[in-house]
């Protein structure tokens, strides 16, 4: 079990514990177990990597324990994705844990995970992972996923001027993934908002929603000229933008 080479493993581990029920009972009764605990670390390792289902319902807290800093950021990644199938609360404990991790594979993982369960618990912490540029658009969809129920909770976020300006910016991109008619009455009142990076990111979520959901009704005039004011303001800064550049090189003028 203790070996380098991961085909030994895994001939290790399912003649060890691939038998059956008395396997299963053997697995479970191995990592409940207090003594060796590199060996029961490596027994858990084989279960995350190889085991079967049933097998996978064997880990203990402990045995999850003592791979939540496992050196390998790949065996966090699959541990992750084991405990979006377990009821046990401590495993939401420990997805959490791996939500943060500094690994990103691992963080984009544990959102994965998290949208899957369908647990609104996990809602405060994929709200704050909106925040990671590396794993973003894994949290927009494992947030889309919850469907028109999380609508409420994105709205929110998106009022509380103490969310993170990242969070606040993605979650219109959120909302246009939800095809319902909330998702469209949630963003049309703000397309005034005052921020001009979440105006646009607005715009374009209504723009989406308008052209891949054709059974909900969009306000397409307000649309329309909210878009146009949005390119009108950004040739007027492009503009003076370039007047301001061309002050310090009058050559650029000619």
């Given at each position: 079990?203790m070996?380098?080479?991961?085909?030994?493993q895994?001939?290790?581990?399912?003649?060890r514990?691939?038998?059956g029920?008395?396997?299963?009972?053997a697995?479970?009764?191995f990592?409940?177990?207090r003594?060796?605990p590199?060996?029961r670390?490596?027994?858990?390792?084989?279960v995350v990597?190889?085991?079967?289902e049933?097998?996978q319902h064997?880990?203990t807290q402990?045995?999850?324990?003592?791979?939540l800093?496992?050196?390998?950021h790949?065996l966090?990644a699959?541990l992750?994705?084991?405990l979006?199938?377990?009821?046990?609360?401590?495993?939401?404990?420990?997805?959490?844990?791996?939500?943060?991790?500094?690994?990103?594979r691992?963080?984009r993982v544990a959102?994965q995970?998290?949208?899957a369960t369908?647990n609104?618990d996990?809602?405060?912490?994929l709200?704050?992972?909106?925040a990671?540029?590396?794993?973003?658009?894994?949290?927009?969809?494992a947030?889309a996923?919850?469907?028109?129920?999380i609508l409420?909770?994105?709205?929110?976020?998106?009022e509380?001027e103490?969310?993170?300006?990242?969070?606040?910016?993605?979650?219109?991109?959120?909302v246009?993934?939800?095809?319902?008619?909330?998702?469209?009455?949630?963003?049309?009142p703000r397309?005034q908002c005052?921020?001009p990076?979440?105006?646009?990111?607005v715009s374009?979520?209504?723009l989406?929603?308008?052209?891949?959901?054709?059974?909900?009704?969009?306000?397409?005039?307000?649309?329309?000229d909210?878009l146009?004011?949005?390119?009108?303001?950004y040739?007027?800064?492009?503009?003076?933008?370039?007047?301001?550049?061309?002050?310090?090189?009058?050559?650029?003028?000619?």
């Open positions: 079990l070996d380098d080479d991961a085909g030994i895994h001939a290790a581990f399912h003649y514990f691939t038998h029920a008395s396997g299963t009972e697995l479970a009764e990592l409940d177990q003594a060796a590199a060996l670390q490596a027994a858990a390792a084989c990597r190889f085991g079967s049933e097998q064997c880990l402990s045995a999850v324990d003592d791979l800093d496992h050196d390998e790949s966090r699959a992750a994705q084991v979006a199938k377990s009821q046990h609360p401590d495993a939401h404990q420990a997805l959490i844990q791996l939500a943060h991790d500094e690994n990103e691992v963080r959102a995970s998290m949208g369908q609104p996990f809602v405060p912490t709200l704050r992972m909106l990671d540029d590396d794993v973003h658009v894994a949290v927009w969809d947030l996923g919850f469907g028109p129920a409420d909770a994105l709205v929110e976020a998106f509380n103490a969310t993170d300006e990242r969070v606040r910016r993605r979650i219109p991109r959120v246009s993934s939800i095809p319902d008619q909330r998702a469209a009455d949630v963003l049309m397309l005052a921020d990076v979440l105006r646009y990111n374009a979520a209504l989406r929603l308008r052209s891949q959901q054709s059974h909900i009704t969009v306000d397409n005039d307000a649309v329309d909210a146009g004011r949005e390119v009108a303001v040739y007027q800064l492009a503009q003076a933008l370039h007047r301001f550049c061309a002050s310090f090189n009058p050559s650029s003028q000619h």
